[in-house]
């Protein structure tokens, strides 16, 4: 099946910094990649997708880049903010595996002001 | 629109004991999958109910259990219950399809004492 991993495993940034999470999968049938932020005590919140069939995709502060050949993908986010602190996660499925998210470790994030 | 709700929020239960938990979709939505947050393991997935029916299994001793109602509505249950199951169950749900985007609720923390 699926495997999932993620590094850093914990990163700190200075407020205004840039941070990047890495993730490498190991099925290449695998085709969305979504990325969860959760914050202490509460629930993963989709925050950026990106499917097989695109490159990189961006949201204001957040991108995500895909490498299909070399099987990974990246969480980019500028111009880091306090309340940007929360553990991310990413995952990868693939089409025929329907909904069964296949996540990483997650990255403890923490922005310092 | 209301999100994913999941009840009871908090379970505390001594080995041996079984429990159900309940997870109510966002409206429109027929898929419900459940997944098991533990420090160690991080996010695990259980299993996936698609109109009624069981779409995806993870690899979770058969004493984890599942079903889905016509409302969409699920449940969960673990029976014979060990100290290993103490953990945050997160119940997510989308419109249909595989890989549609995944809404998570803030989860039942269950212990096992």
């Known amino acids: 099946g699926e495997n999932v991993e993620q590094h850093p495993s914990t990163l700190s940034v200075q407020e205004g910094d840039s941070a990047v999470i890495k993730c490498t999968y190991s099925?290449?049938?695998?085709?969305?990649f979504p990325w969860y932020k959760q914050e202490l005590g509460k629930r993963p919140q989709l925050i950026i997708d990106i499917r097989s069939n695109v490159g990189e995709k961006k949201d204001q502060r957040i991108a995500v880049t895909l490498n299909k050949t070399a099987k990974h993908f990246s969480l980019h986010i500028t111009e880091t903010q306090p309340e940007d602190s929360a553990v991310y996660f990413c995952a990868a499925t693939p089409k025929a595996a329907g909904n069964k998210l296949t996540f990483g470790g997650g990255t403890r994030v923490l922005v310092k002001p | 629109k209301a999100g994913v709700t999941q009840t009871p929020r908090y379970l505390i239960k001594t080995r041996g004991q079984q429990v159900t938990l309940s997870c109510s979709p966002i409206?429109?939505?027929?898929?419900v999958s459940w997944y098991q947050q533990t420090p160690g393991q991080g996010l695990q997935f259980l299993f996936e109910?698609?109109?009624?029916?069981?779409?995806n299994k993870g690899n979770f001793p058969g004493r984890f259990s599942g079903r889905q109602f016509s409302n969409s509505r699920s449940e969960m249950n673990v029976s014979t219950l060990e100290l290993g199951d103490s953990a945050l169950y997160l119940c997510?749900?989308?419109?249909?399809?595989?890989?549609?985007?995944?809404?998570f609720g803030s989860g039942t923390q269950l212990s096992v004492l």
């Open positions: 109910y698609f109109s009624e029916t069981q779409r």
């Open positions: 409206s429109g939505h027929r898929s």
């Open positions: 099925d290449s049938a695998s085709n969305y």
């Open positions: 997510a749900s989308s419109w249909a399809g595989p890989d549609e985007k995944l809404f």
